[in-house]
């Protein structure tokens, strides 16, 4: 039985591989904080281009220093400013559990970025004649707008998104080259249809409002120029000082 990393060591699993770094480096380089963690496929750093000082990975196994389940993150509420979970759902007995936890180490503010295989796909039939076979079609694939109302629930706003790999998902590397040319139209003419989907989502705290400063340049010179009557007296003041 293959497991994650033999997948995605084949042609499929790289083609996949390839577009969810691409996804992930883009998204984490703009996202800023203190902590930043990974959960999940811990041969690949998608934390690679992240800026955040401190980031680390977890996982059930492999090569991390803390072991963990997603569904059980041995980390302080309201620690973590950006929270990966790559393919972290379709493995999970309670992927509900999840995401509230996800919900509970992650600060105001925070972001959470997941990825996950699409069932109204092509790689979302091959999943449907296959749910009995190996790494990844014995997943359970949730429906985009499933998982986009479970983050609702919690508190999440979606703030961004895209669909990847809308080529078949084929086992030779020669015919996905071949069908690259969907990958190139697919945003344009079927952007539903990608094999592999992502999200990123902010956490909202009902109440809470982050209070900037109103740098509105007719304004600060509205509060600094002095009304009418001010003028009048600053200058009978000058004119009765000077005389």
């Known amino acids: 039985m293959s497991t994650e990393t033999d997948w995605f060591a084949t042609p ?12 992930f480096d883009q998204v984490v380089a703009d996202i800023f904080g203190f902590n930043a963690l990974q959960v999940g496929m811990p041969e690949t750093d998608f934390l690679r281009q992240c800026r955040i000082p401190f ?12 072991f963990c389940e997603p569904s059980q993150l041995p980390f302080a509420t309201s620690s973590i400013d950006l929270l990966l979970l ?13 995401l509230r936890e996800a919900e509970r180490v992650l600060l105001p503010e925070g972001h959470v970025v997941l990825s996950g295989f699409n069932p109204f796909s092509l790689w979302g039939l091959h999943h449907a004649f296959h749910k009995h076979c190996d790494y990844p ?6 429906a985009l707008q499933r998982l986009k109302d479970w983050l609702a629930l919690l508190g999440f706003e979606v703030v961004g998104g895209r669909m990847g790999c809308y080529a078949p998902p084929l086992t030779s590397e020669r015919l996905l080259a071949r069908f690259g040319f969907l990958d190139r139209a697919g945003d344009r003419w079927w952007p539903m249809m990608g094999g592999v ?7 909202r705290v009902q109440g809470m ?20 009557t001010q003028r009048a007296e600053c200058q009978k003041n000058k004119h009765e000082k000077s005389s």
């Open 12 to 23: 499929l699993g790289h083609y996949a591989l390839t577009c969810e770094q691409q996804y």
């Open 86 to 98: 790559p393919h972290a759902l379709e493995f999970s007995a309670n992927p509900h559990q999840v």
């Open 137 to 142: 079609w014995n997943g359970h694939f949730f």
């Open 209 to 228: 409002r982050l209070i900037r400063p109103n740098w509105n340049s007719a304004k600060v010179a509205q509060v600094l120029v002095p009304k009418p």
């Open 55 to 66: 980031h680390f990975k977890a996982a059930p196994q492999g090569e991390v220093k803390t």
């Open 197 to 203: 989907y992502f999200l990123t989502a902010k956490k």
